[in-house]
Each structure stands twice: as C-alpha cells, then as structure tokens.
C-alpha cells in the first residue's frame, strides 16, 4: 500500500483505516470517464494565505488551457478578498472548513456537507482540489464533478477519479501545475513563471498604501516580525538589530507590518529603532492594502509567513528566514529571494504544526541559529541585485 503523508502515527493511522474501508468507492470512481472540454471548473484551495498564493501559477495554466470556461475558487474567508485579486478567475467562493477556521466562523460538518452538495447544482464538470487531504477530497467528490482530481497521499484518494501522488519534495506550487496540466493532458507542467506582480490590488487600495508609505525616503525596507507559528519565531532584537543595520548603512525607512495580534511584537521592535526612520504599518491595512503596500517596497525580510508569499507575489525582493519548514517545498517564488537557514542534522524536521516537545516555549534552535550578518548580507546582497530605480529586476 503507497504511504501516506502525514507525519503524525496515529493521524496516519485512522487515514490509512479509512482509505481501506472507502477502496470500493475507488474502484468505482476510477472507471473510464470521458469528459469534454470542461465548461465548469471548480478548484478548492481552503488553507491559509501563502497556501492561495502558492498555487497563483496554476490557476493561471487553468485558464490558459480552458480559456472559456467558468472557473470558480473556493477559499475560507480569511483569503476572499486576496481570491478576488487573481484575474483569472470567474468567482469566488467561501467556505470556512472546521478544521481551518479560527473562532465562531467554522461551518459544523452537516453545513459543510450542505454546502458541498449544493455545488451539484451549478453541474460543475472538472472539480480540482490542491489541498492533500482526506476530508477536502470528500468535498470534492459531494461536488458530483464528472471529474475530481487531486491527490491520494493525503488520504481519500478513493473519493477522485484521478488522483496523483504529492511529491514532498517538489515546491507546492509545481505541484499545483502538475495536477493541471495533467487534467489539460499534458504530462509536463508549464515552467514559465507569471510576470509580477501576479496580483491586481483595486486603485483604492494602492491609494491607501502610497499614503501610509507617504513620508518613506531612500529605500523601503519592509521587517515582518512575526513569524506566526511558535516553531518559525525569530528573537525580535535580532530584527531590530538587522533594521538597525540596513537603515544606516542604506540610508532608508524601515516599514514594520503585521496584524493586530502581531502588535505587541512590533511595538518591541518599534521601541528599539527610535534612532531609525521607522513607518508603522502594521494592524491598519486589509490584505489588497497589503499587497499595494508590500508591491512599492524595495525588500522584505520575514519570516516563513502568509506575507512573505504575498511580498513574492507582488514581484518584490524577499529574504526569507526558514527554520523547520522546507524550503523545497514552502519557499518564495519572488522576482529575486534568499533563504537564510541553518544547518541542523534535525532540520528541516517540516513539524511546524506540531514541533518536538524540545523545540517548544523557545525559540528553537533552527532559528535561533540564524545570526544578525546573515540576513543583513542576504538583505545587502538582494538590494545591491535591485534596478537603480529601486524595484528589483525579475529574473
């Protein structure tokens, strides 16, 4: 029996269990089903931010192989207002899944299955689910889609009627391709990579940006501190420390992002730069304002995080710092990156999730191994390769 990827035994237990007791189901699923040109398409991309982002190139290869269809995105709500950014797609869906959602907003099971028969309605041909994962390939198959593909190594590979193995260590977004243009019948996936930015923030939201980066002079450098995950936090007197450092040897403006919950964290970053030319932008922007904002930047240090993806996407350079995450498979497709990461016989261990009980209540040791010069000569090296205009060339 192929294994199943889930690095958790007893996750992987009950999966392995229940792709045993549904393999009836996959017999039948997998009979000959000729199909059309699909004139329907649904794709499902339920995770979080950077997981969207991460498959911008192949929503994009979907409508270059099906250039008159109707392709709907479906997204939690966290990512609508980014989904609606992404030209090619027709319309956007919400459905937040219970084991994604934070707080009150979470659909019950028997809502979540309302809602995907409901999707019978609308006769959709081709259902495409990026996620590997059981319980959104169970959706996939409520959808009543003539075809459903995505991926068996997650679990629920019975519920498709082409399911493909993920490769591990291939990035997500080359995965996302693989499993278009195998549907499109093409056995390899399009390189090309879209020009940037790959999202169109409305004027209104660009206008918001250009205000908060108003009295910004020299180059822009923007500093995500948190890392959002316990198991991808950097100490934030490193970041002050390398903001410290770019802003004088560069002579430019230091811009602070995160969200509401980041606050505290970039308050003690802010109180360390009082000799810096610091903006605050963090907590006060919507994510298409983000993306506006992030666009105008000159670089972007972060974490391995939902804005170091949008960043990416916006075409600007990234210097990502990555701990127990793959960068094979999770890195930045920006115009110009670095990853800055240290060599650790345990990482990367990819338990961001669920980290060893040694590597929690501290920075763990694959990030705290990450030093001040690194990222300073990663960030140095990033603005030297810029255009003299300051936006960086695409490579």
């Not at 008159?68 to 937040?96: C, F, K, M, R, Y």
């Not at 410290?244 to 602070?256: E, K, M, P, Q």
């Not at 115009?335 to 060893?356: K, M």
């Amino acid at each position: 029996m192929r294994r199943l990827q889930i690095y958790d035994p007893r996750e992987r237990a009950v999966v392995t269990a229940a792709d045993i007791a549904l393999s009836p189901l996959g017999w039948r699923a997998r009979r000959a089903v000729t199909m059309a040109e699909p004139q329907r398409i649904l794709l499902l991309r339920l995770e979080r931010i950077g997981d969207l982002l991460m498959v911008i190139d192949a929503i994009r290869d979907a409508r270059a192989h099906w250039p008159a269809a109707q392709i709907d995105l479906v997204v939690g709500s966290w990512n609508a207002a980014l989904a609606h950014l992404v030209p090619e797609v027709s319309a956007v869906q919400v459905l937040d899944a219970p084991w994604l959602a934070r707080g009150a907003g979470a659909l019950s099971w028997p809502q979540l299955v309302r809602r995907a028969r409901a999707w019978r309605r609308a006769g959709y041909d081709l259902v495409v689910n990026f996620e590997p994962d059981i319980r959104s390939n169970f959706l996939a198959w409520l959808s009543g889609a003539t075809r459903r593909a995505g991926y068996w190594s997650g679990g629920g590979g019975a519920f498709l009627t082409d399911a493909l193995g993920y490769a591990p260590m291939t990035h997500a977004s080359e995965n996302a391709r693989q499993l278009i243009a195998r549907m499109a019948g093409r056995h390899d996936a399009p390189t090309a990579r879209r020009p940037f930015p790959q999202l169109v923030p409305p004027r209104e939201a660009a206008s918001r940006a250009a205000g908060v980066l108003a009295g910004a002079r020299g180059p822009m450098i923007g500093v995500h501190v948190s890392g959002g995950r316990e198991s991808k936090q950097w100490h934030l007197d490193r970041f002050a420390a390398v903001a410290r450092d770019l802003a004088a040897s560069r002579n430019g403006t230091i811009v602070l992002t995160g969200t509401e919950r980041d606050r505290p964290m970039v308050d003690v970053v802010s109180a360390a730069l009082k000799d810096v030319r610091v903006i605050d932008a963090a907590s006060g922007l919507d994510l298409p304002a983000l993306a506006a904002l992030l666009g105008r930047l000159d670089l972007f240090i972060t974490s391995d995080t939902g804005p170091m993806h949008l960043a990416a996407a916006m075409g600007t350079p990234v210097v990502a710092l990555f701990g127990p995450a793959h960068p094979e498979r999770y890195g930045p497709r920006a115009s110009l990156e670095r990853i800055v990461r240290v060599d650790l016989p345990c990482s990367p261990c990819g338990r961001v999730r669920l980290p060893p009980t040694r590597c929690r209540g501290h920075v763990p040791d694959c990030m705290d191994g990450i030093t001040v010069a690194a990222v300073v000569q990663a960030a140095t090296d990033l603005l030297n390769a810029a255009r003299p205009s300051g936006r960086a060339a695409t490579s």
